[in-house]
């Protein structure tokens, strides 16, 4: 599918990702997206392949795309893997009941009482001193080599603590 497409229409992306992905950055996502293709001439020949969710991660195959998108992707998979899956609250745990998603507390509990799980939330939730790091220290250094976050962080409305 061209990424053009992809980004006029939306409901690809939307309906190949979770609901809470699509609440909390779809939209910037794609608009993130039009803005680097166009930014290096790729708009018209860039294409998308896979979209979906893995391993509580976004999936997102782009081809013929610039090599700068790199760095955006990374960071769109770092705040999927911290968006509720379900209502798309923000920063929240991994949590595996068999199947590794980022679930906020409340909609976790829901889930699992749904599906009959005995099981309690707070043993399957998976306490990733990553999340930590980026709560208390949302920015790039050098020393970590991680991207620099901050402008994702504005574009989801999450306030950046310094
Ligand atoms: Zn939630």
Redesign the pocket.
Known sequence: MKASKLIETKEHFKANIPS?WWIRFGETFLEDLKEVLTEHDCLEKAEVGDIKEKYGSLTFDLYNGPEDWREHQAAWEYISEHT??????FP?KMRDDGWMLP??????RKHLEENKDGRNAEELTIDNEEQKDYINYPINNNETGKADMRPYYKKINYEVRQ
């Open positions: 809470g509720c899956v379900r209502c798309g609250a929240v679930w906020c507390e409340e909609c976790f």
